[in-house]
């Protein structure tokens, strides 16, 4: 774990690297991550990825994570695509996506091999046109 952490906090260095912590306000605990990674400068293109420890799934941390992500991506970066995925069987992340307005994309089927069998992976994406379109909660 501590190898993990080094390699984050050197990557801070790098002008396209962003990773956070995702921290619970009433306790003050980090409860997973949220990062911009597949930064593609030239097309203004990103996607995200988020993880959060399984006690806290279902609870709306995620979903307002990545929502105040979705204001960074597209104010802040001027990202013209978000992009965002999901494995197959995955409702707790599906409900996130769609709670955040992202349009379905297609899937890449059998993309992962666990535990002895094929697993999908779904795509979704955003526009910085949709996102203005969006009403904020």
Same mark, same amino acid.
């Given at each position: 774990?501590?190898?993990?952490?080094?390699?984050?906090?050197?990557?801070?260095?790098?002008?396209?690297?962003?990773?956070?912590? *995702? *921290?619970?306000?009433?306790?003050?605990?980090? *409860? %997973?991550? *949220?990062?911009?990674?597949?930064?593609? &400068?030239?097309?203004?293109?990103?996607?995200?990825?988020?993880?959060? %420890?399984?006690?806290?799934? !279902?609870?709306?941390?995620?979903?307002?994570?990545?929502?105040?992500?979705? &204001?960074?991506?597209?104010?802040?970066?001027?990202?013209?695509?978000?992009?965002?995925?999901?494995?197959? %069987? $995955?409702?707790?992340?599906? %409900?996130?996506?769609?709670?955040?307005?992202?349009?379905?994309?297609?899937?890449?089927? &059998?993309?992962?091999?666990? &535990?002895?069998?094929?697993?999908? !992976?779904?795509?979704?994406?955003?526009?910085?046109?949709?996102?203005? $379109?969006?009403?904020?909660?």
């Amino acid at each position: 774990m501590k190898e993990l952490l080094e390699k984050y906090i050197l990557s801070y260095e790098q002008p396209d690297y962003y990773r956070w912590a *995702i *921290i619970e306000k009433a306790s003050g605990i980090c *409860i %997973g991550q *949220i990062a911009i990674f597949l930064v593609n &400068d030239k097309n203004h293109f990103c996607e995200i990825e988020y993880a959060l %420890g399984k006690q806290f799934h !279902r609870k709306g941390y995620c979903t307002e994570a990545v929502k105040a992500l979705l &204001d960074f991506c597209f104010n802040e970066v001027n990202f013209h695509k978000v992009q965002v995925c999901h494995k197959e %069987g $995955n409702i707790a992340s599906q %409900g996130v996506i769609r709670k955040c307005n992202f349009t379905y994309e297609g899937t890449l089927r &059998d993309f992962f091999y666990m &535990d002895g069998r094929y697993v999908s !992976r779904l795509y979704y994406s955003m526009l910085k046109s949709e996102y203005k $379109n969006t009403i904020k909660e």
